[in-house]
DNA sequence: TGTTAGCACTCATTCCTTTCGAGTGCTAAT
DNA sequence: ATTAGCACTCGAAAGGAATGAGTGCTAACA
C-alpha cells in the first residue's frame, strides 16, 4: 500500500529524526544523495505519510517526526540487522575471556551495552528458579545463630542467616543437613515448598528427635523470597538524550527506574526472541515516551532472563536489536557451555 | 562576638531558608514571634551579619541566604540536637524485629534513611577486612568448575566460581580444602594473602601432589578483589529538592553518585563521630554545593562502615544529625550483641 | 499525469521592553 | 538605639516584534 517511493522517503525521514532529533523538512530530505525529487514532490509525498498515519507534525507549519505508526512500520519493514563487528567482539571477549561467575557477567553485559548504545540496560535473572540445588551446607556462627548456604547447579550461592534456639545439639543439626542434602539434591529451587510439605517435614519427625523450633526456622530460611536480581547499566545515560532535557521528565523517569518491582513486571512478560515495544505500546505508562526492546536468553529448554534496552523512542532501532541478538546468543552459549554437563 | 541578637536572627533566618528554599527578607524576619524588632532593625544586623560573611545576597537587592560559614556556625552552635521519638522507633523496630541478615540490615537503613529525610543516603560497608574467616567449602559444579564458598565470622558469604582442571582427583581437592580450613580459620581476610605466601603455598606441595594448576586456580579464586559494598538509597530524592531544578545540576550529580569509586573514597576519610562537610569544605568537587553528614559504626574496636547521607547545603542539619546518630548507635549495638560471642 | 517552482502563511524561538514587587540601604525622626 | 520613610535595584513575568524554518497550495512545465 505504500509506493517504493514513500517507503524510501520514510526510511530517510526516520533514519534522519533518530540521529538529529529535530523535525524533519523537506528541503532536508531533498538534499540527500539517495533522493532524486524536489522540496515540493517530498511535501506532497509526505502530506500523504502524514495522512496515513507513519508522520506527525509538532505544530502546524514544523518538520515531521516519526509516529509510533512510523516506528512501527520502520521496525517490521525497513532496517535490516547491522553488521557490528566490533561490537561484537567487545561482547565476545568480554563474555570468554578470563572465567568469571555468570551474575559478573550479566553485570558487566548491562554496563557495556549501556556504554555501546548510551541508552539504559536492564537484565533479569539468571531466574533462579529453573535450577536445581545441588548442595546445602549450614554453618554456625555463634551460640544461636547460623547461616544456610545453597548452591545451584548453575553455580549460584544463596544465604541466609537464621537463629537457632540455644538447647540445639551439633549432631542433630547435623542429621538435618544430611536429610536436606539426600532429598534435596537436584530438587528445582521452585519446589522447594512442596518437596518440604510433601516429604520432608515428615521426614525430620521421623529421624530427629525433638527440635521443632530450629526445624522451622531452617525452613523458613530456605522458603523465604529468592529475589529476582536485576541489574540496570546506564541510567544516567538517558539524561544525555535531548528528549530529557525537562526536569520533570527526568523525575518521571527515575521514580520509574528506581521502582524494582515495576520493572521486573515489565520485562517478565517477554517471550521468545527479540521484541520491541514502542511508546505507548508498552503496558506501562511510565515508559508511555520511551522504547523498549527486550531479547531472552536460555539455559537448554527452560527460560532464564531477559536482557532490555530502553531508549527513547527515537531510539537506534538497528544498532540495538543487533547488539541485543548477539548478546543473548552469547549469554546462551556461555550458559550451555559451563552446564551442559550438570547433574 | 556576636550578640545576643545577631545570633538570633541568624538562627531564625537560616531556620527559615532551610525550610523555604527562599533568600528570607527583613519583614518576613520582623513578623516572626521570637523577633521583637522592627525590619529597619534586622536589616541593619543583616548588614553586619553579611559583612561578617555568615550572611549572603543573591543579588544586589535581595533578602539573605546563609553562606557556607553561616551554616558551620549554625551546625556548630546554634542546633541542639532534636527528639525524634518517631523516627527513632521506626529504626529501631526495623533493625530489632526480625531476623536480618547485616547487609539485609545495612540495605533497608539506607532506605529507610532517605525515606525518612527525602536526602540521599550512602552506606558504606560493612567492611568485610575486619572480618575473620570462618569456614570454607568448595563445591564441584561439573567437571571443570567448582565454586568456592568463603563465611566469615559476622555471616559474611562470599562466593567464587573458578576452574578446575580435568585431570583433578576428589581426593585431591579434599586434601586441599582441609588444609585450607585448619589453617585460614580465624584469620582476617586483610592477610589472607600473606597467609598463602607464607605457609600455605609450602604445605600444599608437601601434602598433596600434582596439583599445580588447580591449586593456582583456587588461590586466584580467594585472593581476587573483594568489593566493597555500597548502598545508596533515594537517589532520586534529590530531584525533589528545588535547587535541583537545573538538568545540568542533575547531571553532575547523577554523574557523580553512580561512580562508587568516588563515593567510597568520600566516605572513606571519615574517622570516629558524626562529621559535618559543608558545601566546599568537601574536598570533592562534584559536591562543592552540597552537604555530605557521615556516622561511623563499628563492632568491637574496629571500624566497620560508614553512614551518610547527602543533600543540599540548605539541609535540616538537626534532624539529618539526630538520625545518623541514632541509627550508627543502633548498628554498633546490633553488631556488638549478635558477634560479641565469635571465635 | 507526475513533478516542480513560487509564494503566502504559520508558528516556535529569540530578543527586547515594560511592568511589578520584594527587598535593600540610607537618612531623618523618635 | 530604634524605627519610619523613601529612593533605588534587580529578578521574574508578561507582552511584542523580528527571524526563519517549514508548510500547503496553485499554477506552470515535461
Known amino acids: 500500500m505504500l509506493t517504493e517511493r514513500q517507503l524510501l522517503i520514510l526510511q530517510v525521514i526516520i533514519d534522519d529524526f533518530i540521529e538529529s532529533a529535530h523535525p ?8 540527500k544523495e539517495v533522493i532524486p525529487y524536489s522540496a515540493a514532490t517530498i511535501r506532497n509525498e509526505m502530506a500523504d505519510l502524514e495522512d496515513m498515519g507513519f508522520l506527525e507534525k509538532t505544530h502546524s507549519s514544523s518538520g515531521r517526526i516519526p509516529s509510533e505508526k512510523g516506528y512501527r ?28 561467575e555468570f551474575e559478573q557477567i550479566v553485570q558487566m553485559s ?23 540445588l545441588k548442595q546445602i551446607q549450614i554453618i554456625p556462627l555463634s551460640a544461636n545463630t547460623a547461616v544456610a548456604i545453597l548452591v545451584t547447579n548453575t553455580g549460584h550461592v544463596e544465604h541466609r542467616s537464621f537463629s537457632i534456639p540455644e538447647e540445639i545439639n551439633s549432631s542433630d543439626l547435623e542429621k538435618m543437613v ?7 539434591h537436584g530438587v528445582p529451587i521452585l519446589q522447594l515448598a512442596e518437596k518440604f510439605n510433601a516429604e520432608i517435614d515428615a521426614m525430620m519427625q521421623k529421624y530427629v528427635s525433638d527440635l521443632d523450633k530450629s526445624y522451622q526456622h531452617l525452613k523458613g530460611a530456605f522458603l523465604q523470597d529468592h529475589p529476582v536480581k536485576l541489574y540496570i547499566g546506564g541510567k544516567s545515560n538517558m539524561l544525555m538524550q535531548p528528549e530529557f532535557n525537562d526536569v520533570n521528565k527526568i523525575r518521571a523517569f527515575y521514580t520509574m ?7 521486573v513486571n515489565l520485562l517478565k512478560q517477554s517471550n521468545d526472541g527479540i521484541k520491541v515495544s514502542i511508546g505507548r505500546e508498552n503496558d ?10 527486550t531479547a531472552a536468553y536460555h539455559l537448554g529448554e527452560g ?6 534496552l530502553l531508549g527513547p523512542t527515537r531510539m537506534e532501532y538497528r544498532k540495538v536489536i543487533s547488539l541485543l541478538s548477539i548478546l543473548s546468543h552469547e549469554m546462551t552459549d556461555v550458559l550451555y557451555m559451563r552446564y551442559k554437563d550438570e547433574n
Open 24 to 31: 524533519v523538512g523537506s528541503r532536508a530530505i531533498a538534499k
Open 73 to 100: 512500520y520502520y521496525v517490521d519493514h525497513l532496517i535490516s540487522p547491522s553488521i557490528l563487528q566490533k561490537e561484537g567482539n567487545v561482547i565476545k571477549h568480554m563474555i570468554q575471556d578470563g572465567f568469571f
Open 110 to 132: 548491562a554496563e557495556v551495552l549501556s556504554e555501546l548504545t548510551n541508552y539504559t540496560s536492564i537484565i533479569l535473572g539468571p531466574e533462579i528458579f529453573e535450577t536445581k
Open 178 to 184: 544430611n536429610i536436606l542434602n539426600d532429598q534435596l
Open 257 to 263: 527506574i528506581e521502582n524494582e518491582e515495576e520493572i
Open 284 to 293: 506501562v505508562d511510565a515508559i508511555k515516551d520511551l522504547s523498549l526492546i
Open 303 to 308: 527460560q532464564m532472563g531477559t536482557i532490555a
